[in-house]
C-alpha cells in the first residue's frame, strides 16, 4: 500500500526518469553506428585533438598539420572554440577524445533539465507536479531526445540558451551586483559555445526598453523601473563578454575564419517559403501533428481571450486609465508594494516571448539555411505552449490527455530507430 501510495505522488518524477532513459536509448543507439560520422563532421574531433596537443606542446599550431589548413584563422568553426575546448580538457583526464566529447555533450543536456527545473519553480512557481510535467514535454521532444548524448556543439546550445535566461531573470527579479556579475560571467560563455546564440548578448537591453516603455505609459504595476546607474552598469556587464570574446578574435587573427563563415552561410542561404515554413514545423511539433494542434488550440484561445479582453473594456462605463502613475524612470511604483507579484504573473512570460520573437527575428534576418535545428536554442519556450494547448484542449481530462501524449511521443521517438517517421524523407530532400 505504501508503494503505491509512493509511485502516485511521484509519478511525474518517474515518467521523468523513464523518459530520460528512453532518450539515452534513442542517442545511444543512434550514436554508435553513426560515431565516426558525428566526430569527423566539420573537422570538430580534428580540432578537439589539435587543443590537446597544444596542450602538451604549447608551440604547436592548431590545425596546421591538415591539408588544407594553416592555423586556427583557416578554419570556419574557430570562432567559437568553446565544445572541443571542454572535450579537450576532459580528455586530458581520461584520455580519450570520443568519450570526452560524449561526456560533455550528456553533461550539458543534463544541466539544461537543472536549471529548466530552477526556471519553472523560482520564476514561474510551478510545484513539484506542474514542474516535472513541464520536463516530460520538453525532454520527450525529438529535437531533444536526438541531440541528448549526440558528440556536437549542437548538444551543448540548449544549456546554454536555458541558462543564459535563468540569469536574466535572476537579475531582472533582483538586479544586484552580484547577479549582474553572473549573467556577465555565463553570456561570456555563451559568446565562445555558438554563433547562433550570440544575439542574447543584446536581449537584457530588449528588456530594460520593454521596462522603460512600461514605466513611461504608467502601466507598471509595481514594475521596477531600471535608474540610468543600473543601466550604465548592465552595460559595462555586458560589454565584459564582448571585450573578451574580442582580444581571442583580435589575438588568434579569425577574421578570415569569420568570413568563410559568412560565405558558408551565404550558399546555404535556402529561404524559400516551403523550407521556412516546414523547418518551423518540424522543430516546433517534432514531426507529430497532435502537438501542432495543441500550438493551434492555445493560439486561439489567447487571441480569442485578447478581444474579449478589449470589448469589456470598450462596453466599461468607466473606461479611462485609473492609473494616473507619475512614476519616473529610478523610482519603484507602489501601486503594489511587491515586485514579485508583478513578475511572476505577466513580466517571466513576457520576457520568454520576447526571447522566442527575438531570436527567430535573428534567424530570419542573418544568411543561412532554415534548417530545424537552428530553432533548438528556444526549443524549451515549446514546452509552455503544448502545455498551455494541453489545458486547452481538455480541460476536464488534462492528465489523461497529457499521458496519452507522452506516451505517443516516446514511442515516436522511439520509431524513429527504424525510420517509421513519415517526414524524414521529405526532410531530407528540403535540407539538401
Request: charged share 10%.
Amino acid at each position: 500500500m505504501q508503494l503505491g501510495k509512493y509511485l502516485f505522488f511521484n509519478r511525474f518524477k518517474i515518467a521523468f526518469i523513464l523518459v530520460l532513459l528512453s532518450n539515452i536509448i534513442l542517442a545511444v543507439i543512434l550514436l554508435f553506428p553513426n560515431l565516426e560520422s558525428y566526430l569527423g563532421f566539420d573537422l570538430w574531433n580534428d580540432f578537439t585533438s589539435g587543443i590537446v596537443r597544444k596542450f602538451y606542446y604549447p608551440s604547436y599550431v592548431v590545425f596546421s598539420g591538415i591539408p588544407g589548413y594553416g592555423g586556427l584563422f583557416t578554419y570556419w568553426h574557430s570562432i567559437t572554440p568553446l565544445y572541443p575546448f571542454l572535450s579537450a580538457c576532459l580528455t586530458l583526464l581520461i584520455g580519450n577524445i570520443p568519450a570526452a566529447s560524449i561526456i560533455v555533450a550528456s553533461a550539458c543536456s543534463f544541466l539544461s533539465l537543472v536549471f529548466f527545473r530552477k526556471i519553472l519553480k523560482e520564476y514561474c512557481l510551478f510545484n513539484d507536479d506542474r514542474t516535472y510535467i513541464m520536463l516530460n514535454i520538453y525532454a520527450s521532444f525529438y529535437m531533444t531526445a536526438q541531440c541528448f548524448c549526440i558528440p556536437s556543439p549542437i548538444s551543448i546550445v540548449p544549456f546554454f540558451a536555458i541558462m543564459d535566461m535563468y540569469f536574466v531573470l535572476k537579475y531582472f527579479k533582483d538586479p544586484s551586483g552580484k547577479n549582474l556579475a553572473f549573467m556577465s560571467f555565463v553570456f561570456t560563455a555563451t559568446t565562445f559555445s555558438r554563433e547562433i546564440l550570440w544575439p542574447i548578448i543584446a536581449f537584457p537591453f530588449i528588456i530594460v526598453f520593454v521596462l522603460l516603455i512600461l514605466v513611461k505609459r504608467g502601466k507598471t504595476r509595481g514594475v521596477r523601473a531600471i535608474k540610468l546607474s543600473s543601466i550604465l552598469l548592465l552595460f559595462v556587464a555586458m560589454l565584459i563578454p564582448v571585450v573578451i570574446y574580442a582580444c581571442y578574435f583580435v589575438g588568434l587573427n579569425l577574421f578570415h575564419a569569420l568570413g568563410i563563415t559568412m560565405y558558408n552561410l551565404n550558399i546555404m542561404n535556402n529561404r524559400s517559403v516551403e523550407s521556412v515554413l516546414y523547418n518551423v514545423f518540424t522543430t516546433i511539433t517534432f514531426y507529430w501533428i497532435f502537438v501542432a494542434i495543441s500550438f493551434i488550440y492555445f493560439g486561439y484561445s489567447r487571441i480569442r481571450g485578447i478581444f474579449k479582453n478589449r470589448a469589456r473594456i470598450h462596453d466599461s462605463p468607466s473606461n479611462g486609465n485609473n492609473n494616473h502613475s507619475t512614476a519616473q524612470v529610478g523610482d519603484i511604483v507602489q501601486g503594489v508594494h511587491s515586485f514579485e507579484p508583478y513578475f511572476h504573473e505577466k513580466f517571466v512570460n513576457a520576457i520568454f516571448v520576447l526571447w522566442f520573437s527575438f531570436y527567430i527575428l535573428y534567424r530570419i534576418i542573418v544568411p543561412g539555411p532554415f534548417w530545424a535545428i537552428y530553432y533548438f536554442p528556444v526549443l524549451y519556450l515549446a514546452s509552455f505552449f503544448v502545455y498551455r494547448g494541453i489545458q486547452t484542449i481538455s480541460k476536464d481530462h488534462f492528465e489523461r490527455t497529457f499521458w496519452i501524449i507522452l506516451v505517443i511521443m516516446v514511442l515516436l521517438n522511439l520509431a524513429n530507430l527504424f525510420r517509421l517517421d513519415p517526414f524524414w524523407w521529405s526532410f531530407s530532400i528540403l535540407n539538401m
